[in-house]
């Protein structure tokens, strides 16, 4: 039997309903290889692995001969592939439990495999994002928060602009087509801030001039 484990979600990657007058423009989560390049180094350490590899039968090949020394490399060649393959797992469990929201008014995302959360940046409280782009057409957009804001680097990584701990940027990581959303989160924000914002206020009580 299949079993959603965000199924009490009302709305996908969203703690609650949408209020009135709020609508999703985008929903994505992370290319899970790409998440891996990013944020755990994948291809460094698959060409770590490779160089020892690599070093060994070199250094083997001067008393054994080439033919003899390659099978020196497999030992390494082995312990690569599972490095890589337990960086690849941990990345497709993060890209599978993470999933980013943009609606009309806000930045939302639902982060953590083993402890889940959902963190709501409202387009009033970003200062600015960028975006940093790779190959593939993967990338990621750090947003930078206005004032006082204060959020965990530990806790939202790695969905973070990589070593800015002292002002963390929460990041929509390692996301496919990142340039088309982008446009759809600078449009969304600008559309949204240019609104003017009316605040609600009690009725002031009525004065009766004495005669």
């Known amino acids: 039997m299949s079993h959603d484990d965000f199924a009490f979600e009302p709305v996908p990657g969203l703690p609650e309903a949408l ?27 698959a060409g770590y692995f490779a160089l020892l590899a690599v070093w060994r039968v070199a250094a083997s090949s001067v008393d054994l001969g080439l033919a ?32 980013y929201t943009i609606t009309t008014h806000r930045v939302a995302m639902r982060v953590g495999a083993a402890l889940t959360l959902t963190l709501n940046l409202p387009f009033t409280k970003i200062a600015g994002a960028s975006l940093e782009m790779r190959r593939g057409g993967t990338g990621t957009i750090a947003l930078q ?18 070593w ?23 449009e969304a924000a600008e559309a949204r801030v240019a609104q003017p914002q009316i605040a ?8 009766v001039a004495a005669e």
């Open 200 to 207: 609600r206020r009690a009725p002031a009580a009525a004065t």
């Open 68 to 99: 003899a020394a390659l099978p020196q490399a497999v030992p390494f060649l082995v312990l690569g592939l599972l490095a890589c393959a337990v960086i690849w797992g941990f990345s497709w469990v993060q890209a599978r439990a993470t999933l």
């Open 145 to 162: 928060t206005l004032g006082e804001t204060r959020l965990s680097y530990l806790v939202l990584w790695p969905h973070v602009r990589p």
């Open 164 to 186: 800015h701990m002292k002002k963390t940027e929460p990041a929509l990581r390692a996301i496919p087509d990142a340039e088309r959303v982008a446009a759809i989160l600078a």
């Open 19 to 45: 209020p009135e007058g709020e609508r999703i423009l985008w929903q994505g989560r992370p290319d899970a290889t790409a998440l891996a390049r990013a944020s755990l180094s994948l291809t460094w350490v």
